[in-house]
């Protein structure tokens, strides 16, 4: 009987586990992936897309399920551009799903563009075939496809790729950059139809409105701030760190306002970079610093011991938490001020790439019980 119960706790603690593990793979996700017409007409297009990712990505700052915070994925991808393959349809996935959004920045602000055939049926094929989409019906998973010539361009049947692309729980909402009407006819609005997505219409040449407000410009100094708790660690360490630095740039030299929402984004749960910082790397459980050979640490950590490689870790890790929070203060004061511009702007018509995706993305993160703020 002994030899039974014993039998039976041991059962009992692996399902446990089993469960367990399950459960955190279960973790809420949302992924979106955004097909951009590079073709000779869409520099407006590419202009609004990269100055304002950090925007709309703000959105799921502080997105929750049944408690839980998702993971935020984003895919790009361009199409329409003659010097691509005309084989493979005149496109080309510049990234696969990556939770690194500073990768998504630095791709975004070196596209060009010029002129060529935009196929957006393939593009969509492609994207729902081609990238790690969930399998689970409870996560957000979209695509979001901007541009300016007819749906049905291209060998490759939008009707047939939107369908494939629904039945895989994969809403498609489409963003015409042009008139309503001229969308409509184009097939535009059936394709969003076809995948349970959104007809939305911009004008890809306006003149973006940037809010600056007067907390901006120490929002964006924490920012850059926040950037010396990082430490660089293994072959990719300080080309990434670089790149942080070099996207705060980007976003500075775009609008302060611009500065100030990319601050925002890296003071949100959102912004992890374990794979090159040993702060997040630590705190996530990706590494232990008494696994990392010499060579992987940074100069300044190599001639320390393991108790103050520990004690400089948590440090810059406090550090950073702190100016988080300050961030994040400073941000809701300024949330407040540009509302109440917004408001003053509200009857001129704005309509442009980061309004149109923030409209769709709430309503269908709402549907599928993300709570947004």
Known sequence: MKAILRSLIVLTALLTLATNGHAQQEAPRIQIAILLDTSGSMEGLIEQA?????????????????????????????????SLPAEEGYLRMILPLTTDLDAVSQELFVLTTNGGDEYCGWVI????RDLNWSSSNKDLKAIFIAGNEPFTQGGIDFRESCRSS???????????????????TGSWEEGALLADGRYLYIDQNQALVHIDAPQDADI???GAELNTTY????????????????????????????AAERAVFKASAHYKNSGWDLVDAVEGGDIELKELEEEA???????????????????NATKRVELQEQINQLNAERELYVAEKMKELSEKGTNSWDEAMIEAIREQAEAREFELK
């Open 50 to 82: 990269k100055t304002q990712l950090w925007k709309v990505v703000n959105e799921f700052a502080t997105a929750e399920r049944d408690g839980a915070r998702p993971e935020l994925e984003v895919a790009l991808y361009e199409y329409g551009k003659s």
């Open 125 to 128: 094929r492609d994207a729902v």
């Open 166 to 184: 629904i039945g895989k729980g994969i809403v498609v909402n489409t963003i015409h950059c042009g008139s309503f009407d001229e969308g409509r």
């Open 220 to 222: 964006a100094r924490l």
């Open 231 to 258: 430490i660089p660690y293994g072959s990719a360490g300080l080309a990434s760190a670089e790149r942080q630095e070099v996207q705060d740039a980007n976003a500075m030299g775009a609008a302060p306002a611009a």
């Open 297 to 315: 640490l940074p100069e300044e950590m190599r001639q320390m011991t393991l108790e103050e490689q520990t004690l400089f870790v948590q440090e």
